[in-house]
């Protein structure tokens, strides 16, 4: 076979492979690597949901604010697929798949196969890439649509520069509906369009021939990537704040780019460069901490490339391509933390470009090293290029699904042990109800997710049966203590949590064998006699009688723990049977201590998720820290509670029976020394 039918065979075969890798490593243990669901996950799908009720948006304000174009490829998910975490990122590898293609087809078109060879390569199995490829959210749009834009906008050019007319406006039109489209990616996307300023510039500076004949096409998409990006403009406009750039300090750097400090800048962007070949994000989250995006060779390759661009940037395809990368590196320019795999995402499409460069030049340079057998010769750039490609795999391989994976910050990161009970409770057959303890109890918190809307997503089964509530200051007993299973996701051992007035009432409890790490807890109980006689003991002292908080929950009585002391904490704890399904979300109790009418002390904390109860249930509810405050002056003091509706501030009316009581139970009087 000659060199050149050789050659054409490479070129036609190994990118078939290359897409074979880039799936396996996409697809292989989809389920268990990210070990779980992130609260990011939960919050797209979350939106993904809505929009399948017709709540649908170019913008969603959820979780410091998203974009809305990968939400309708998620919603599909949800409605064709079902839940899970399998199903959930499929999207992103269908997606992931595009981008990699995108990427291969842009640089085959700006520098030929074996540059576009070792793009796929790195695009394909690069832990940077795969990441994105392997979990629901939305940043893994932002380098398929740069890809797609800069090659529809590279090939109107092409096409038209060898011509004298503009006959060809509608490969501009498809280009600058792209770029357009890249802000509604993701918001490190929003300079991308800025190519159709930059590139016009360029042209009237270096290359006035080409820009004569193509600058009424770039004034064309200019045209139309404005029009496409408007309503997201216009939206961000009259939504001030909705999208939270100030979030955590992001825009720090801006702010004193503003003031005139440029010193901030300097630190992100060298940071931000430095990200490729010496210190990477040092984020769990995104990356495994401090990892760059090259191995010692190919980030030392990615650094020659990137000279050598510089020093061609009169060649316009160099300079087109210097462009998309800054443009992309943009926001991880002048944002902190840097540096920041996610806000520079778009640069995925040309920072594998650049190793390819400096290899095919290479190449070029010393031509005369070749390999030749007697029947067969093969180049031995191709050689060195699958070396490369094998041996960066294994190390992506390794650090992804090996070192990344199992890592405990990121088990904690992404649940992990959510996942294991829910994993669980889909594959028994065991029909009793579940109560499971968890920190993520607020509704109102901005961006952590409710512990419902992890197992709402994570079973394939119905899951709002079960009860949750955090152990660390209450407990649940599902129909009134019959049994029921306890489920401890990562909270193991639980005394380390709760108090022993509440870890006491499961010390009979049974362990249930399952796959669950060590770290997870789930327990069988049978409470319900011991738990009768001692809400009986409580009302028979107190003397309770059909006393309830608007006719939605029964008071079963109290009881007081600590010394009674100033600079000292009460220690309170109340019970409570649910009288009717559909507890507000955020009902919440108050407790007061009282001087006169004057609260001295309160605290304000419910601890059980109520809208996840059944009627019939009986919780208790510890609150320990209301603190008598040091001068108070000795004395009487009052100790009352109440319920309220957080969302509405709205209290529930206290019923004795059918006669209204206010609004304020008044417990005991304490005297404190």
Not at 645 to 667: E, F, M, V
Request: some cysteine.
């Amino acid at each position: 076979m000659s060199q050149e039918r050789r050659a054409k065979s490479v070129e036609r075969w190994l990118p078939i492979a290359l897409l074979l890798v880039a799936f396996a490593m996409r697809t292989a243990w989809l389920a268990d690597v990210p070990p779980g669901l992130h609260h990011d996950e939960v919050i797209y799908t979350s939106i993904a949901e809505k929009a399948l009720n017709g709540e649908w948006s170019i913008f969603y304000a959820e979780g410091q604010g998203r974009e809305g174009f990968y939400i309708p490829f998620l919603a599909a998910a949800l409605k064709w697929l079902g839940t899970g975490q399998f199903t959930l990122r499929v999207p992103s590898v269908f997606l992931s798949m595009l981008g990699v293609c995108a990427v291969y087809a842009l640089t085959r078109r700006l520098l030929g196969p074996f540059v576009a060879l070792f793009a796929l390569a790195e695009m394909s199995c690069t832990f940077w890439t795969v990441f994105p490829g392997r979990v629901a959210m939305r940043a893994v749009t932002e380098p398929l649509m740069a890809a797609l834009a800069a090659w529809a906008l590279w090939r109107a050019i092409s096409s038209l520069k060898s011509q004298s007319s503009n006959s060809k406006a509608r490969s501009f039109i498809v280009a600058g509906f792209l770029a357009g489209l890249t802000v509604y990616t993701y918001r490190g996307a929003r300079a991308l369009p800025a190519i159709v300023v930059l590139l016009p510039l360029y042209l009237a500076l270096f290359d006035r021939a080409t820009f004569k004949r193509v600058w009424r096409g770039l004034l064309i998409c200019a045209v139309v990537a404005a029009v496409v990006a408007a309503p997201l403009v216009i939206f961000l406009s009259t939504h001030p704040g909705i999208d939270q750039l100030g979030w955590a300090g992001r825009d720090q750097v801006l702010q004193a780019l503003r003031a005139g400090d440029v010193r901030p800048a300097l630190g992100t962007t060298i940071a931000t460069l430095g990200a490729f070949f010496a210190r990477g994000d040092p984020d769990d989250y995104y990356n495994l901490g401090g990892r760059p995006v090259f191995e010692p060779v190919t980030g030392a390759l990615f650094a020659v490339g990137v000279l050598m661009a510089l020093r061609r940037i009169k060649e316009l395809r160099y300079a087109y391509l210097m462009m998309w990368f800054v443009l992309a590196l943009a926001s991880g320019l002048v944002s902190e933390p840097a540096p920041h795999f996610y806000r520079i995402i778009g640069a995925q499409v040309t920072a594998f470009i650049f190793p390819g460069i400096a290899l095919a030049n290479l190449k070029s340079q010393v031509s005369i090293f070749k390999w030749n057998a007697r029947a067969l010769r093969f180049e031995i750039w191709y050689l060195i290029l699958a070396a490369l490609i094998i041996a960066d795999g294994a190390w992506n391989a390794h650090d992804y699904f090996i070192t990344w994976g199992r890592k405990e910050t990121v088990r904690l990161l992404w649940n992990k042990p959510m996942a294991e009970i829910a994993s669980y409770l889909d594959r028994s057959e065991e029909r009793t109800p579940v109560a499971v303890c968890t920190l993520l109890v607020n509704r109102r918190e901005e961006w952590l997710r409710p512990a419902p809307d992890f197992f709402h997503y994570l079973m394939r089964r119905d899951a709002s049966t079960l009860r949750f509530y955090d152990c660390r200051y209450s407990l649940v007993f599902p129909e009134g203590g019959a049994q029921a299973r306890y489920a401890f996701p990562g909270t193991a051992p639980v005394n380390q949590l709760a108090s022993r007035f509440l870890t006491s009432w499961l010390d009979g409890a049974q362990p249930i064998e399952g796959k669950l790490s060590p770290d997870n807890a789930l327990l069988r109980a049978d409470v319900h006699s011991g738990l009768e006689d001692h809400l009986a003991r409580m009302a028979a002292f107190e003397g309770i009688v059909n006393v309830n908080f608007g006719h939605m929950v029964e008071w079963l009585g109290y009881e007081v723990f600590s010394p009674r002391e100033r600079g000292r904490p009460i220690v309170l704890a109340t019970w409570w049977r649910v009288k009717q399904a559909a507890l507000p979300p955020n009902l919440t109790q108050f407790t007061h201590l009282l001087q006169g009418d004057r609260i001295v002390a309160q605290q304000d904390l419910l601890s059980v998720m109520a809208d996840t109860l059944r009627p019939g249930d009986v919780f208790v509810q510890v609150h320990e820290f209301v603190v008598v405050p040091p001068d108070a002056p000795p004395g009487d003091y009052a100790l009352a509670i109440g319920l309220y509706d957080a969302s509405t501030s709205q209290r529930l009316t206290i019923y004795d029976g059918d006669t209204s009581r206010g609004d304020r139970l008044t417990l005991t009087t304490v005297y404190i020394r």
